[in-house]
């Protein structure tokens, strides 16, 4: 088992006291949004018609490990957080267990940000062979596919030696990040080859192909908007996380500082904050989803209104 050495010790309290009762104050927060905002994002998801099986399913998954992080990771933060300032240091125990939950959601959070980069790639890219291609059992595969991973990760902390982790998570962590790249310079690549087609053919189409072409351009520029929105989710992703791969480099190349020590509170409220502002990025570029959330919000404040009303 690898070794384990807990990073704050007593005498560190005073010292990050401040940054603890504030990271405490913020992920209490965050874990009331992302557990609400997720419960609605799945309903509205879910009643969103308009949306095909395969791209819900990556969201569902998406939402669901959101969930999670506010309904189980962060409850555990806390409880982490308040004992050490009340200077009862956790073991290594706990660290390890906090470690694997962790890693479970955050890795199904993170591959399934790659399917979903991946996936709006195929849909643009096959275009009419995409609904063959990607069917609803290879879609659901693939994300118990990326579950059972994330679990092989996490539990991998008990067993595998850190330098060996560090260096392979890093090295997946590039590879996704690449694929993702080529995948998204290879969309905006589609979108401005189809452009072009569309307005050089304008010319020799007669009216009932310009017909035929308007229905395919609404089609196509559907998968345009949920790509942004896929591609926005990402940008997200990866700026909340940003600050927690920095922390992760300088505590492999350094001694843990006090600095060090207050960036580690610092970097998990940024992850935390992933998970709530996720259902706000599908509700900023996903009208769809938008609307269906907001019907769900109105219809829960009718329904409260009338309980109220009528005793």
């Avoid at 990073?7 to 405490?24: C, E, N």
């Avoid at 906090?98 to 890693?103: C, K, R, T």
């Amino acid at each position: 088992m690898p070794s384990c050495q807990p990073l704050l010790q007593k005498p560190d309290v005073d010292d990050i006291r401040s940054t603890g009762i504030a990271s405490y104050v913020l992920s209490s927060f965050l874990s009331c949004t992302a557990i609400l905002l997720n419960i609605a994002t799945i309903h509205g998801i879910r009643k969103t018609s308009s949306l095909s099986n395969t791209l819900k399913i990556f969201l569902l998954s998406l939402a669901v490990s959101d969930v999670c992080v506010g309904l189980v990771v962060q409850p555990f933060f806390i409880s982490i957080v308040v004992r050490v300032l009340q200077r009862n240091i956790p073991g290594c125990t706990t660290y390890r267990a906090f470690d694997v939950i962790s890693h479970v959601f955050s890795g199904a959070s993170f591959f399934g940000v790659i399917a979903l980069s991946v996936d709006r790639f195929l849909a643009l890219h096959l275009h009419l062979r995409y609904q063959e291609l990607v069917t609803h059992k290879r879609v659901v595969a693939v994300v118990i596919s990326i579950w059972l991973f994330s679990f092989f990760i996490a539990f991998s902390i008990l067993w595998v030696p850190n330098t060996i982790r560090f260096i392979s998570a890093s090295l997946v962590g590039i590879v996704c990040i690449l694929l993702t790249k080529i995948a998204y310079c290879k969309i905006y690549l589609t979108v401005k080859r189809h452009k072009n087609h569309i307005q050089s053919s304008k010319v020799r189409e007669t009216p009932e192909e310009q017909f035929q072409r308007v229905g395919e351009m609404t089609h196509f520029v559907s998968l345009v908007k949920t790509a942004v929105g896929v591609f926005c989710v990402y940008l997200v992703f990866l700026m909340c996380h940003l600050p927690f791969v920095a922390y992760i480099v300088f505590i492999a190349i350094s001694r843990p500082t006090i600095a060090l020590k207050r960036l580690n509170f610092i970097a998990s409220i940024f992850v935390f904050l992933n998970s709530s502002l996720n259902p706000v990025v599908y509700c900023w570029k996903m009208r769809h989803i938008r609307s269906a959330i907001i019907n769900v919000l109105r219809s829960i404040t009718t329904s409260n209104r009338t309980s109220v009303a009528d005793p």
